[in-house]
Nanobody, 112 residues
Framework: VELVESGGGSVQPGGSLKLSCAAF????????MSWYRQTLGKEPELVAR??????DYADSVKGRFTAAIDWAKYTIDLQMDNLQSEDTAMYYC????????WGQGTQVTVSS
């Protein structure tokens, strides 16, 4: 199983980016999928978690980020709007099933 993220890049404050994550080689049931982010020297921060019960967001991204899963395709997207400099981080996709999996990460840089 491999989680592959895409969609990172550089954007100015106020801009938007959409991250995508695909789970290749995965065929079991998903408990939930999440997006985390991490900056140098800090612990990973949960950005959004999507399960069949709904979606939870970090307070810092509520109203700006939207996460969505395609359960049939084993993909999760993260639409990020009104990006701010504090959103700059490496973003990781995470899948929880009988086992857990992490993606390799995709960099998001917000700078003027």
């Amino acid at each position: 199983v491999e989680l592959v993220e895409s969609g990172g890049g550089s954007v100015q404050p106020g801009g938007s980016l959409k991250l995508s994550c695909a789970a290749f080689g995965f065929t079991a049931s998903i408990y939930y999928m999440s997006w985390y982010r991490q900056t140098l020297g800090k612990e990973p921060e949960l950005v959004a978690r999507v399960s069949t019960d709904g979606t939870d967001y970090a307070d810092s991204v509520k109203g700006r980020f939207t996460a969505a899963i395609d359960w049939a395709k084993y993909t999760i997207d993260l639409q990020m709007d009104n990006l701010q400099s504090e959103d700059t981080a490496m973003y990781y996709c995470y899948l929880e099933s009988i086992q857990s999996y992490w993606g390799q990460g995709t960099q998001v840089t917000v700078s003027s």
